[in-house]
T-cell receptor
Framework: NAGVTQTPKFQVLKTGQSMTLQCAQD?????MSWYRQDPGMGLRLIHY???????DQGEVPNGYNVSRSTTEDFPLRLLSAAPSQTSVYFC?????????????FGSGTRLTVV | AQSVAQPEDQVNVAEGNPLTVKCTYS??????LFWYVQYPNRGLQFLLK??????LVKGSYGFEAEFNKSQTSFHLKKPSALVSDSALYFC????????????FGTGTRLTVIP
């Protein structure tokens, strides 16, 4: 089925470890983004991309890196995990930077940093 | 700067009664407004959007929302609540110009009581 696929669904990291959260979409969407969801804080934008080779920072980019080498993939890298990065991470995509279709979300990655 | 306020963390309503989930927004220009729903351990699902035109917008599962420019509000409504409507609801806003970055409220948990 077409949509946004996130892997893994669950992950436990030790403080200081690095890892990559994967996000892939098969809808030929130009726009992709990463959010984190924390209780009482809603969803906050980490990084976004308006097309292959173009990325930019959102509200809470510190401690995270992204790249967009293809239209389909938008991985999120945690460089040195900290307990404050314990959260649920969602990847989202939409057609373009000017469309009005809203987002398609992945099912999320629940990350715990101990 | 863009922002969204959902003043109620929790809304309880009896099955069959009408429900309202409140949302107010702040943007510097004209807004695009969205409602999303999140069921447990799932990603967000699109419910409806306001882009332009009629202030009353109809969406999925019998939900509707009314755009009120003077009150900068976009409240979600349903005439008759179902137990299956119990979920977490997010209001989101973006400006009509610029990058396609949605700003989300903190969410309202709706519980429909049988």
């Amino acid at each position: 089925n077409a949509g946004v696929t996130q892997t893994p669904k669950f992950q436990v990291l030790k403080t200081g470890q690095s890892m990559t959260l994967q996000c892939a979409q098969d809808m030929n969407h130009e726009y992709m983004s990463w959010y984190r969801q924390d209780p009482g804080m809603g969803l906050r934008l980490i990084h976004y991309s308006v097309g292959a080779g173009i990325t930019d920072q959102g509200e809470v980019p510190n401690g995270y890196n992204v790249s967009r080498s293809t239209t389909e993939d938008f991985p999120l890298r945690l460089l040195s995990a900290a307990p404050s990065q314990t959260s649920v991470y969602f990847c989202a995509s939409s057609y373009s930077g000017t469309d009005t279709y809203g987002y398609t979300f992945g099912s999320g990655t629940r990350l715990t940093v101990v | 700067a863009q922002s969204v306020a959902q003043p109620e963390d929790q809304v309880n309503v009896a099955e069959g009664n009408p429900l309202t989930v409140k949302c107010t927004y702040s943007v510097s220009g004209n807004p695009y407004l969205f409602w999303y729903v999140q069921y447990p351990n799932r990603g967000l699902q699109f419910l409806l959007k306001y882009i332009t035109g009629d202030n009353l917008v109809k969406g999925s599962y019998g939900f509707e929302a009314e755009f009120n420019k003077s009150q900068t509000s976009f409240h979600l409504k349903k005439p008759s609540a179902l137990v299956s409507d119990s979920a977490l609801y997010f209001c989101a806003v973006r400006e009509q110009t610029g990058a396609n970055n949605l700003f989300f409220g903190t969410g309202t948990r709706l519980t429909v009581i049988p």
